[in-house]
């Protein structure tokens, strides 16, 4: 920063006293720039700058016409290191400034003499060292008609080191060896310097916005992960290695620290990981001495479970394992029941006898199943009298918890915690969630089925068994038209229950109580028998889930009797995390089976699908074709799309085709196929 202002008296006012504010003081400011009565040096000029800059901390002079300095204000002076008296009135800008900033002030005084403004930047050396001054000049009318020059001067050397420390810092994580990575709150890549193009083979314009999930290899746990977010969302960093996958697929390990980044205001804005390429250094199978640990007492659990075991006898000997983790003082197991409450069927404290279980407050079971759903956390513990185990764990000294759903397939039925001595904020507690996650996917595959028939889930269950046994469904058919000729080209199979059931609310019950691959192969079953009566010269569309397709052998053995042309079709409202597997799976069923992206334009990955799968058709969902007779823009998009399907090889077929209005306009736009209730109802083989 500039030197400090010292108030000085100069020679043309002996008594010199700072104006009051008001509607004086105001007034005078324009007078000061366009209607000066005298001429330079004049007393009145003078005083009226030194009104508004004599305590400025910025520095502010006036020069007659000749050049010559009639006033200086007390910031500039001390700046120059000039005293107040005939040392520096009068003078010129060669006795004032150091040589080089003179010659530039006088070279912008020509300009100003001629009406002009200057504004502009130099680092002048004042009494105690340099700085960088944004000069402002400006012209001074006079009353004989002649310009004197009045100039304001600002330090801006704390920005200009600010600037100068940024470019130093973004030089030097351009340059390291380490690889950098920011990202936001959402995990987006927000910037990865040189190293990481390098060691990855991405380049940056591949990865910015992206999830740095791509990088996964599959050999870490998902409870890995876990641990991570915990500790980050808790503001802590986290520290590890990592197992990555490189651009051309092959494997490296990084030493990792991933940090929050906190504005003024302490919250996290961004997290930055740093990373060191450790391949040569560590071998794959290297584990950290934790992880072993974990692992062997995960090992000694499932010795311990004997067969026939009661879900209770299996949770308290998972909770005896669980409670030997380090800084851990007690470990508890309880059930999500039917009425709204939970049940503890498990708890063991270290180096004490069991205590007896008991059951939650329904409203604090709620609390914390809609907290289960969203994964595993760790949280301070608190003292609340009304809660269960409170005066227990009082006496513990516990400070932290750390929960992990259990959860039998997609079901949610439980879950296990453990109580902490040290707080949150101790990488102990992490370090502990990672194991804890798999423990309880462990209790979940053991004891979910028994937990599931104590539940709604076991209630859901036997009724989706029940219509798969009674085979209380049946196909119907609807058929995909050919628009310019109106033949029937293909049929898509439809299933319908006997109770009269939503086939899509029927289907996510199932897949929620683990029947879902059952329910979907006996309908599907059942379509394939049916259309057998269906011509032979006409293809059949079928609906299946990634699951279904990527689990191959079901599937396989259930088209392998049909000699018809089958086409699976795949919503867009369902993701598929894995596109090279769902690939390697379609090519696995054979050339007489293709594939086709259903409800384009309105689900889960948009046109992803497309582009990475290359189906052989695409369906266009109905809510694309509202107002599509009066709507240029969906015309056009649509025309867009057939491009598309032409250049990609797949052919595109428009649903939901319900007036002979759309049909115009689809057959002016030379689309090929089309379904919809114009065309055809879904309806019995019979009838189709």
Same mark, same amino acid.
């Not at 040589?99 to 002030?105: D, K, L, N, Y």
């Not at 929960?403 to 370090?431: D, F, K």
């Given at each position: 920063?500039?030197?400090?202002?010292?108030?000085?008296?100069?020679?043309?006012?002996?008594?010199?006293?700072?104006?009051?504010?008001?509607?004086?003081? /105001?007034?005078?400011? #324009?007078?000061?720039?366009?209607?000066?009565?005298?001429? %330079?040096?004049?007393?009145?000029?003078?005083?009226?700058?030194?009104? &508004?800059?004599?305590?400025?901390?910025?520095?502010? *002079?006036?020069?007659?016409?000749?050049?010559?300095?009639?006033?200086?204000?007390?910031?500039?002076?001390?700046?120059?290191?000039?005293?107040?008296?005939?040392?520096?009135?009068?003078?010129?800008?060669?006795?004032?400034?150091? !040589?080089?900033?003179?010659?530039?002030?006088?070279?912008?005084?020509?300009?100003?003499?001629?009406?002009?403004?200057?504004?502009?930047?130099?680092?002048? =050396?004042?009494?105690?060292?340099?700085?960088?001054?944004?000069?402002?000049?400006?012209?001074?009318?006079?009353?004989?008609?002649? %310009?004197?020059?009045?100039?304001?001067?600002?330090?801006?050397?704390?920005?200009?080191?600010?600037? +100068?420390?940024?470019?130093?810092?973004?030089?030097?994580?351009?340059?390291?060896?380490?690889?950098?990575?920011?990202?936001?709150?959402?995990?987006?890549? $927000?910037?990865?310097?040189?190293?990481?193009?390098?060691?990855?083979?991405?380049?940056?314009?591949?990865?910015?916005?992206?999830?740095?999930?791509?990088?996964?290899?599959?050999?870490?746990? !998902?409870?890995?992960?876990?641990?991570?977010?915990?500790?980050?969302?808790?503001?802590?960093?986290?520290?590890?290695?990592?197992?990555?996958? /490189?651009?051309?697929?092959?494997?490296?390990?990084?030493?990792?620290?991933?940090?929050?980044?906190?504005?003024?205001?302490?919250?996290?804005?961004?997290?930055?990981?740093?990373?060191?390429?450790?391949?040569?250094?560590?071998?794959?199978?290297?584990?950290?001495?934790?992880?072993?640990?974990?692992?062997?007492?995960?090992?000694?659990?499932?010795?311990?479970?004997?067969?026939?075991?009661? #879900?209770?006898?299996?949770?308290?000997?998972?909770?005896?394992?669980?409670?030997?983790?380090?800084?851990?003082?007690?470990?508890?197991?309880?059930?999500?029941?039917?009425?709204?409450?939970?049940?503890?069927?498990?708890?063991?404290?270290?180096?004490?006898?069991?205590?007896?279980?008991?059951?939650?407050?329904?409203?604090?079971?709620?609390?914390? /199943?809609?907290?289960?759903?969203?994964? #595993?956390?760790?949280?301070?513990?608190?003292?609340?009298?009304?809660?269960?185990?409170?005066?227990?764990?009082?006496?513990?000294?516990?400070?932290?918890?750390?929960?992990?759903?259990?959860?039998?397939?997609? &079901?949610?039925?439980?879950?296990?915690?453990?109580?902490?001595?040290?707080?949150?904020?101790?990488?102990?507690?992490?370090?502990?969630?990672?194991?804890?996650?798999? *423990?309880?996917?462990?209790?979940?595959?053991?004891? @979910?089925?028994?937990?599931?028939?104590?539940?709604? $889930?076991?209630?859901?269950?036997?009724?989706?068994?029940?219509?798969?046994?009674?085979?209380?469904?049946?196909?119907?058919?609807?058929?995909?038209?050919? &628009? +310019?000729?109106?033949?029937?080209?293909?049929?898509?199979?439809?299933?319908?229950?006997?109770?009269?059931?939503?086939?899509?609310?029927? *289907?996510?019950?199932?897949?929620?109580?683990?029947?879902?691959?059952?329910?979907?192969?006996?309908?599907?079953? $059942?379509?394939?028998?049916?259309?057998?009566?269906?011509?032979?010269?006409?293809?059949?569309?079928?609906? $299946?889930?990634?699951?279904?397709?990527?689990?191959?052998?079901?599937?396989?053995?259930?088209?392998?009797?049909?000699?018809?042309?089958?086409?699976?079709?795949?919503?867009?409202?369902?993701?598929? =995390?894995?596109?090279?597997?769902?690939?390697?799976?379609?090519?696995?069923?054979?050339?007489?089976?293709?594939?086709?992206?259903?409800?384009?334009?309105?689900?889960?990955?948009?046109?992803?699908?497309?582009?990475?799968?290359?189906?052989?058709?695409?369906?266009?969902?109905?809510?694309?074709?509202?107002?599509?007779?009066?709507?240029?823009?969906?015309?056009?998009?649509?025309?867009?799309?057939?491009? *598309?399907?032409?250049?990609?090889?797949?052919?595109?077929?428009?649903?939901?085709?319900?007036?002979?209005?759309?049909?115009?306009?689809?057959?002016?736009?030379?689309?090929?196929?089309?379904?919809?209730?114009? &065309? @055809? /109802?879904?309806?019995?083989?019979?009838?189709?």
């Amino acid at each position: 920063m500039g030197p400090k202002a010292i108030r000085h008296r100069d020679p043309l006012t002996p008594s010199y006293r700072t104006p009051k504010p008001g509607p004086q003081r /105001r007034a005078q400011v #324009p007078a000061l720039f366009y209607q000066a009565a005298d001429p %330079i040096p004049s007393e009145p000029v003078v005083d009226r700058l030194r009104s &508004l800059t004599a305590e400025a901390q910025v520095a502010a *002079f006036v020069k007659d016409p000749d050049g010559r300095y009639v006033y200086a204000n007390p910031y500039l002076l001390a700046a120059l290191g000039k005293r107040m008296g005939s040392d520096w009135y009068g003078k010129t800008d060669a006795d004032m400034w150091p !040589p080089e900033v003179a010659m530039m002030i006088s070279a912008h005084d020509e300009a100003i003499l001629r009406g002009e403004s200057q504004v502009f930047s130099h680092v002048i =050396t004042f009494e105690d060292g340099p700085h960088a001054v944004l000069l402002i000049e400006f012209p001074l009318p006079t009353g004989d008609g002649r %310009i004197g020059v009045g100039g304001i001067g600002v330090d801006v050397t704390h920005q200009a080191k600010t600037d +100068a420390r940024h470019e130093r810092l973004t030089a030097a994580i351009e340059q390291v060896t380490e690889s950098v990575i920011i990202t936001d709150l959402d995990a987006r890549i $927000a910037y990865v310097n040189p190293a990481f193009e390098r060691v990855t083979g991405f380049g940056r314009d591949e990865v910015m916005g992206k999830n740095p999930r791509f990088l996964k290899s599959g050999l870490q746990t !998902p409870w890995f992960y876990d641990g991570m977010w915990a500790a980050l969302t808790n503001g802590l960093p986290w520290s590890a290695d990592f197992i990555n996958r /490189r651009k051309d697929g092959s494997l490296f390990t990084e030493e990792t620290v991933i940090s929050p980044i906190r504005d003024p205001s302490g919250a996290i804005t961004s997290y930055v990981a740093v990373q060191r390429d450790m391949t040569r250094e560590r071998a794959l199978d290297e584990r950290s001495t934790q992880l072993t640990r974990e692992r062997a007492l995960i090992s000694e659990t499932i010795r311990d479970l004997r067969a026939g075991d009661t #879900p209770e006898a299996t949770a308290q000997t998972i909770c005896r394992q669980v409670v030997a983790f380090t800084g851990v003082v007690a470990s508890h197991f309880y059930l999500f029941e039917l009425d709204g409450r939970a049940q503890s069927i498990g708890f063991v404290v270290a180096g004490q006898s069991d205590p007896p279980l008991q059951r939650f407050a329904s409203q604090r079971a709620r609390q914390v /199943r809609e907290r289960a759903a969203e994964g #595993p956390w760790i949280e301070p513990w608190a003292s609340q009298p009304s809660r269960s185990y409170n005066e227990l764990l009082k006496g513990l000294n516990v400070h932290s918890v750390a929960c992990a759903p259990v959860r039998y397939g997609q &079901l949610l039925i439980g879950l296990l915690s453990v109580y902490a001595e040290v707080s949150v904020q101790e990488v102990a507690v992490t370090e502990v969630l990672s194991a804890l996650a798999e *423990f309880a996917d462990l209790a979940g595959a053991v004891i @979910g089925r028994d937990v599931a028939e104590r539940t709604e $889930a076991g209630r859901g269950r036997d009724h989706i068994a029940d219509v798969i046994a009674r085979r209380a469904f049946g196909p119907v058919f609807q058929a995909i038209v050919e &628009l +310019a000729s109106n033949a029937i080209v293909g049929y898509e199979a439809l299933t319908r229950f006997t109770d009269g059931a939503n086939p899509e609310v029927l *289907f996510a019950e199932a897949a929620a109580v683990g029947l879902g691959h059952e329910l979907e192969t006996a309908t599907l079953q $059942a379509a394939l028998m049916a259309a057998e009566s269906l011509p032979q010269s006409a293809w059949l569309n079928l609906n $299946a889930t990634p699951e279904l397709i990527v689990a191959g052998e079901p599937l396989r053995t259930l088209l392998s009797g049909s000699r018809r042309h089958i086409v699976l079709e795949v919503t867009e409202h369902t993701a598929i =995390t894995d596109y090279p597997a769902f690939r390697t799976a379609m090519a696995a069923l054979g050339p007489n089976v293709e594939f086709a992206v259903d409800d384009a334009g309105t689900g889960f990955a948009s046109l992803r699908h497309i582009v990475e799968l290359r189906p052989a058709f695409v369906k266009l969902d109905r809510s694309l074709m509202a107002g599509l007779e009066s709507d240029e823009a969906r015309q056009a998009m649509i025309v867009g799309l057939c491009h *598309f399907a032409h250049v990609t090889g797949c052919r595109l077929i428009v649903e939901g085709i319900e007036t002979e209005g759309e049909l115009a306009v689809l057959r002016g736009l030379a689309i090929e196929l089309g379904q919809g209730y114009l &065309l @055809g /109802r879904p309806l019995p083989v019979a009838d189709a």
